[in-house]
């Protein structure tokens, strides 16, 4: 008799945090050594956690090419993907999205690590789009992007989820706000929520006719 797929599913916390990194990213594709960086887990922990979600049939693997730096040739590599077909999909992606600590205040005292925040909007995994390409939109007068990713990869590994975000300048977002450029857009146009703005954001894509 074949073991029950959620037995498998939920051994550990480790387990939970890549089920999440694949439910909540389900068209993203991951290297072995990405996600053993990005969740932060020692290599054997890791190995033995995919094996058990392969095991259980919600993930997959497949062969892609990726980039190496130095060298203009692709090469090829083993990713690990989502099963859209596993039975349980959508029951799993609820469960988790619900028990996952995704609230403001949490997002937010990440972020303020990497200073003082002027704009900060959600959408994609906070709003429960696991499809959009954008979670995070940031701006900041005093921009470094170093510390924001720094921000952001600890909010990751805290989750077990890859969080997509854009971040730049006060200025900058402005100006593509003003500009209807295709990045502000697309997230403004679609399901999200404004957390901080503290530079009139908000009016601005008003007076431009974006949907709030």
């Known amino acids: 008799m074949a073991a029950d797929p959620l037995a498998i599913l939920f051994g550990s916390t480790s387990r939970v945090k890549l089920l999440r990194f694949f439910l909540f990213n389900p068209s993203s594709e991951f290297t072995f050594d990405d996600l053993s960086k990005r969740a932060r887990l020692v290599r054997r922990t890791a190995r033995t956690e995919l094996n058990a ?23 090829k590599a083993l990713a690990y993907t989502l099963d859209k077909s596993f039975p349980e999909l959508q029951a799993l992606q609820t469960f988790l999205f619900e028990t996952a600590p995704l609230d ?28 959009q390409r954008l979670d995070v939109l940031i701006a900041m007068k005093k921009f470094s992007q170093s510390k924001v990713e720094k921000a952001i990869r600890s909010l990751e590994a805290e989750l077990g989820i890859e969080v997509r975000f854009a971040a730049m300048s006060a200025e900058d977002l402005m100006y593509r706000v003003g500009m209807y450029d295709k990045l502000t857009r697309d997230f403004f146009d679609y399901t999200h929520q404004v957390l901080v703005d503290r530079i009139g954001v908000k009016d601005e894509v008003t007076s431009n006719s974006y949907r709030m």
């Open 53 to 75: 979600l392969l095991k259980a049939g919600v993930i997959r693997q497949k062969n892609i090419y990726i980039s190496t730096p130095g060298k203009t040739k692709k090469m």
């Open 104 to 131: 403001n205040k949490n997002l937010l005292r990440h972020l303020r690590q990497a200073g003082q925040l002027d704009f900060v909007g959600i959408s994609g995994v906070f709003v429960r789009d696991f499809e």
